[in-house]
């Protein structure tokens, strides 16, 4: 008999989970409450002309596996690659340029301190060393405290290898992965802008300062990508990032997957103690013998049917000091440059904090309540790479800035809060680059209430919950639970809720669909 799964939730990771259920033959169909699939992966056409990553926008976390598997490029995936990648203009007319390979970017780094040009290629060989070691544990379930078996003890086994693998940097792994970005930061580099630079990684999409415990591992977290073949390389999708969601859901049809649109489902609807389908807002009802949710804890939680299996859900950090602004501009932006030194464009641009007391300030103003004084700011221009964004002439742009207090969805003060962050990222480009608010021809501004109303991410929480150091592998969501199982029976998680994590990466959508395989005796 062909087993019926309903997935609840078309972002990307119940996209890859759709594709490989039906690969296997089970009879999947998918329902999003919007009227395109992709969650937070998408590309939206705001104003006439204009196609928007409306949320995520850029890609490097998303696993090679996947692709090669799925046949993406034949289902029309395209990378843009960025070279370089990293750009921070300085008042002075100065740029700290990186991504363009080790040996430029000593050079570049050299311009600020000799000693942190020196330190560098130590550097890369540290994360690369841990990197090596941990990345094989992305692909697999991770290890369970709730049951004993062969296949956990084989994941147990398979920790102790990466463990292994790091040898004697074990020390060095620990402090980077549990302990604050700033200590590894100062540790190593004594130029400040160099510092700031990296910093952004360590906080991006977290309430939290380079100071604090934890932040080292979401800076590693987002070097762990390896577009190309190089770590850490970071690409725009052809297309905009909806281009990738278009790939996987070409694949997933492909494979006899059904994709319902503006299918939203109201509950998740239970027989004895197991998932037995769900309802929609239509008043539709559809019956399954597995449900799979794509959807983060909190909005998961809310729909089901029976109060203390609500409860039972494990908690999650939703904080998000985030604002995401969307842009058409009628000219690319000109910053203030030494004589004969342009300003490359076509990757990230790093505006705010030029050092790490920055960066610590801007967190305590929204720690305080208040939207940071000079915000931490990343521009891209995916039009520089992809013109088909934009008409001929104009350019598309996204400004990811933090620090927003965190406030509740409905408070009063989130209209004036949202206006000051608006003003105070456009005033820091502006700076930097005079003429690029003139240059404005539309403009969205999408904070944390935003971001939840929309996409549905609870508390506008990009990673689905905060990735904290008990909140990863075995313990994302809970070590109370067996990986990627809910406490429903019958209800499976698929989202960046479950391990390994936050951003558009697949891995919890591919090893989701793999553990039901594995349930199901097709494995």
């Not at 259920?21 to 009227?35: F, Y």
């Not at 390389?233 to 859901?249: D, F, I, K, N, R």
């Not at 390994?500 to 959508?509: Q, Y």
């Amino acid at each position: 008999m062909t087993r019926r799964v309903l997935i609840v939730g078309g972002g990307h990771n119940g996209l890859v989970c759709a594709a490989y259920l039906s690969r296997a033959g089970l009879a999947v169909t998918l329902l999003e409450r919007r009227e395109l699939l992709g969650g937070a992966c998408v590309t939206e056409t705001l104003w006439p002309g204009y196609r928007v990553s409306r949320a995520a926008y850029v890609l490097s976390l998303f696993r090679p596996a996947i692709s090669r598997e799925l046949e993406l490029e034949r289902h029309g995936l395209r990378l843009l690659p960025r070279t370089p990648a990293s750009v921070t203009p300085l008042a002075d007319g100065r740029a700290l340029v990186l991504g363009a390979g080790t040996a430029r970017d000593v050079e570049q780094i050299a311009r600020f301190s000799r000693r942190d040009a020196e330190r560098w290629p130590e550097f890369e060989r540290r994360l690369e060393r841990v990197a090596a070691a941990v990345e094989p544990l992305l692909d697999h379930a991770p290890p369970a405290f709730a049951r004993l078996g062969p296949a956990n003890l084989a994941r147990w086994a398979r920790l102790g290898r990466a463990a292994l693998r790091l040898g004697g940097c074990i020390p060095e792994a620990l402090a980077l992965l549990l302990g604050p970005a700033r200590a590894v930061l100062e540790e190593y580099f004594e130029s400040e802008p160099l510092r700031a630079t990296l910093a952004t990684d360590a906080i991006i999409g977290a309430f939290a300062a380079p100071s604090m415990p934890g932040t080292g591992y979401v800076l590693f977290h987002h070097v762990m990508g390896t577009l190309g073949g190089r770590r850490g390389t970071w690409a725009y999708v052809a297309g905009g990032m909806g281009a990738l969601s278009e790939a996987l859901a070409s694949a997933a049809r492909a494979a006899g997957a059904e994709l319902r649109t503006n299918a939203e489902v109201v509950a998740i609807r239970s027989r004895a103690g197991r998932a037995s389908g769900v309802a929609l807002a239509s008043g539709e009802t559809l019956d399954a013998d597995l449900v799979v949710s794509g959807m983060d804890l909190p909005r998961t939680a809310a729909l089901m049917d029976d109060a203390a299996l609500a409860r039972a859900f494990p908690r999650s950090d939703s904080r998000s000091p985030v604002v995401k602004l969307n842009l058409a501009l009628g000219a690319l932006p000109r910053f203030g440059a030494r004589e004969g030194e342009a300003t490359p464009l076509s990757g990230t641009i790093h505006i705010g904090p030029i050092d790490l007391d920055g960066i610590e300030r801007a967190y305590g103003d929204a720690a305080s309540g208040r939207v940071s004084e000079l915000p931490v700011v990343e521009l891209t221009l995916p039009s520089t790479l992809d013109p088909s964004l934009a008409p001929a002439g104009k350019h598309v742009a996204s400004i990811f800035a933090q620090y927003a207090p965190v406030l509740p969805p409905g408070d009063a003060r989130w209209p004036g809060l949202r206006d000051a962050m608006r003003d105070r990222v456009l005033a820091a480009v502006e700076s930097l680059a005079p003429g690029f608010t003139a240059s404005i021809e539309q403009l969205e501004v999408l904070a944390a209430p935003d971001l939840e109303r929309i996409f549905g991410l609870s508390g506008g929480n990009i990673f689905h919950g905060a990735m904290t150091p008990d909140r990863l592998l075995f313990m994302r969501p809970s070590a109370a639970l067996l990986p990627y199982r809910s406490p429903l029976e019958g209800l499976w998680l698929c989202g960046s809720a479950t391990h390994p994590g936050g951003g558009v990466m697949g891995a919890p959508g591919r090893n989701a669909a793999r553990e039901i395989l594995r349930s199901l005796g097709r494995t």
